[in-house]
């Protein structure tokens, strides 16, 4: 789905215009019902399916590119990384802005060291270089995914500890029960949990 020929004013045309329905739509809280109406929003709509139909060949082919790529790639791509981040007209709070509001400002992400899927770096505090710590980051509905790089690192032995940040929207908090949840993961594995407050 990602060797079509799509000109680059194209696709930002595209990509900017899906992004920004995506928003004001509030995708990341979006059952999948509303999800499919969009994509056939997005797949009828001329300035979208209509501009990527002469570089995909065949209508049914708009859906599974908007899927796979910029919509694949919509999270991050909000929080500053990967190729779509460009396109974003509202950014959201980067990794280094997670950890400097749930830790605080002398915290810092070590260069070099960020990761995806989960999104994680390694931190420390500054001015602390011989104690790293691993932060991760995502919402809610993802939390096994952001607990399985410590799982992994406590099967290899790996001491350092992890901090989890769960982001909290302001328009969809995270249940108390779902907290109690979260609280008693981090129990059993050893870990950390924080909330970053989404606005």
């Known amino acids: 789905m990602t060797d079509y020929k799509i000109p680059p004013v194209v696709e930002k045309a595209v990509v900017t215009r899906i992004y920004a329905q995506a928003d004001d739509a509030q995708w ?13 929003e997005w797949t009828e709509d001329p300035d979208i399916g209509g501009r990527l139909l002469d570089f995909v060949g065949q209508r ?3 859906r ?5 790529c910029p919509m694949k790639e ?3 791509a909000r929080r500053g990384e990967g190729k779509y981040a460009k396109y974003v007209s509202r950014p959201a709070a980067t990794l280094e802005q997670m950890v400097a509001a749930t830790l605080g400002p002398d915290w810092e992400v070590i260069p ?13 505090e500054i001015g602390t270089e011989d ?26 032995g ?20 779902k907290k109690g949840e979260h609280r008693r993961v981090a129990e059993f594995l050893g870990v950390r949990v924080v909330y970053f407050n989404e606005m």
């Open 28 to 40: 990341p809280h979006l059952q999948d019902t509303d999800r499919t109406r969009l994509y056939r």
């Open 60 to 62: 049914a082919n708009i």
């Open 64 to 68: 599974p590119w908007l899927k796979d």
């Open 74 to 76: 919509y999270e991050r």
């Open 112 to 124: 070099g060291t960020t990761q995806q899927k989960p999104m994680r770096a390694k931190i420390r």
């Open 131 to 156: 104690e790293e710590q691993h932060f991760v980051a995502g919402t809610a509905a993802n939390l096994k995914h952001l607990a399985w790089p410590a799982i992994l690192d406590r099967s290899t």
């Open 158 to 177: 790996e001491t350092w500890p992890w901090t989890i940040c769960v982001v909290d929207p302001f328009r969809a908090p995270v249940p108390p029960e």
